[in-house]
């Protein structure tokens, strides 16, 4: 846990340090909906539910308007279920994901209004259980992301993308049911699959 406290900590760090001198800021709160996700675990299957995301994304533009670097919080309820012969009673949990992730996007300038986008991220997720019933989970988390900017004025935009998350699990790790009951993660998959999102974004500095 501390280890992933420091990278993210350090990545923070870096990314407000190199888009210190960036010709645009730009803040974009956002929502939108996550897709459902089932995977195979040991005699079974687990899944969460899809349901509406919400979150809040700050990126900054190099000068030659080509780059954009970007730190973003993004925060999706659920209900974690897991179904397995080794499990003595299917599960059924409701489960809150954190994601906090860093990135970098690669800039397709068409006009003064459209911009499209394309890029990665790094970060960290954190999956936990309100109720208490099981334990939470902090997991290294890579992703993809790609859309479209739509800019009314130089200060108001809109900004509609999809994101593909992928929380790294090992093959024959547990994500919320007991891990001593002999069931496990069968393959390696991804927790949350895909989500599609829109956001206004607001321009502080230019």
Known sequence: MRLRLLFLLTSISAFLGINS?????????FSGYTFPSSFDITGGTARLEGNANWGINLGFITPNNLTEFELSYTYFGTNAKASSVY??????????LHFIMVGANRLLTISDQVTFF???????????????ENPNSTKFTAGIQ????????????????????LPFVSEGGS???NPNSGTSISGWSSIVPLSLNAGVIIRIKK
């Open 175 to 177: 994500l919320w049911w």
């Open 118 to 132: 394309g890029g990665i991220k790094l970060g960290a997720s954190y999956l936990a259980f309100p109720d208490g």
């Open 146 to 165: 790609a859309g479209m900017r739509y800019y009314v004025s130089d200060r108001i935009g809109f900004r509609i993308q999809g994101n593909l998350l």
């Open 87 to 96: 499990l003595l009673e299917d599960e059924n949990s409701r489960a809150r």
């Open 21 to 29: 001198n960036a010709q645009t800021f730009e803040i974009t709160p």
